[in-house]
């Protein structure tokens, strides 16, 4: 099948992905854009693995202010080069992810940062609330609220608050899609969340 130039550029441009891989992805789905993407976001993502190791020692500091002046936060986003860090996309990111923490008041970056004394007294408490249920099948369902807990305060597990603009993603699947579109490792590496009222 014969790919126009065009094409690879609209996909390029829509993806940031390079211009080979954007050929040999619409080649592949034989023209349909769509399933170009998801060939690119699948390769993407492994991309984005590989880039995990490289250090991200460059970033802003972005901050969000609610209208009400009540809540604020500040975010640290990194990366490896000071020209992606000076990227309007790349600031932008780091708004949005300031923006979500103001609204949806996670507690840790990832799940890795989760002390184990505070997981293992959750898993408990969904235990005892699992009592009156048979006995097989209480862990599995101690196991599933301890998995939707850590969903509500690990930030890289949250589906962004604007479901919107963001199709549902989750913030881990955002910043994949920075990761790769940038081609360097991007890391959310810390966040304060202020709240007037709140110790």
Same mark, same amino acid.
């Given at each position: 099948?014969?790919?126009?130039?065009?094409? /690879?550029?609209?996909?390029? =441009?829509?993806?940031?992905?390079?211009?080979?891989?954007?050929?040999?992805?619409?080649?592949?789905?034989?023209?349909? /854009?769509?399933?170009? %993407?998801?060939?690119?976001?699948?390769?993407?993502?492994?991309? *984005?693995?590989?880039?995990? @190791?490289?250090?991200?020692?460059?970033?802003?500091? =972005?901050?969000?202010?609610?209208?009400?002046?009540?809540? +604020?936060? %500040?975010? =640290?986003?990194?990366?490896?080069?000071?020209?992606?860090?000076?990227?309007?996309?790349?600031?932008?990111?780091?708004?949005?992810?300031?923006?979500?923490? *103001?609204?949806? *008041?996670?507690?840790?970056?990832? @799940?890795?940062?989760?002390? @184990?004394?505070?997981?293992?007294?959750?898993?408990?408490?969904?235990?005892?609330?699992?009592?009156?249920?048979? @006995?097989?099948?209480?862990?599995?369902?101690?196991? +599933?609220?301890?998995?939707?807990?850590? =969903?509500?305060?690990?930030?890289?597990?949250?589906?962004? /608050?604007?479901?919107?603009?963001?199709?549902?993603?989750?913030?881990?699947?955002?910043?994949?899609?920075?990761?790769?579109?940038? +081609?360097?490792?991007?890391?959310?590496?810390?966040?304060?969340?202020?709240? /007037?009222?709140?110790?």
């Amino acid at each position: 099948m014969n790919i126009s130039a065009s094409a /690879v550029k609209a996909l390029r =441009e829509q993806t940031g992905a390079g211009m080979m891989a954007c050929k040999k992805a619409l080649t592949e789905a034989e023209g349909a /854009v769509d399933k170009a %993407i998801e060939i690119l976001r699948v390769k993407g993502e492994a991309s *984005a693995a590989k880039r995990g @190791e490289r250090a991200a020692s460059e970033g802003v500091v =972005e901050s969000y202010i609610h209208a009400n002046g009540k809540i +604020g936060v %500040i975010v =640290e986003v990194d990366c490896e080069t000071d020209f992606v860090a000076r990227n309007d996309d790349f600031r932008e990111f780091a708004r949005e992810i300031a923006l979500h923490v *103001a609204a949806a *008041a996670p507690r840790y970056v990832t @799940e890795d940062e989760v002390p @184990e004394d505070e997981r293992q007294a959750e898993l408990r408490v969904f235990e005892e609330q699992a009592a009156d249920k048979p @006995e097989n099948v209480r862990p599995k369902i101690a196991e +599933g609220k301890l998995r939707k807990w850590l =969903e509500e305060v690990v930030l890289l597990n949250q589906e962004h /608050v604007n479901g919107d603009k963001h199709d549902g993603k989750t913030i881990e699947q955002l910043r994949t899609e920075a990761a790769t579109k940038t +081609g360097e490792n991007v890391v959310i590496k810390r966040f304060a969340r202020f709240s /007037v009222g709140e110790g």
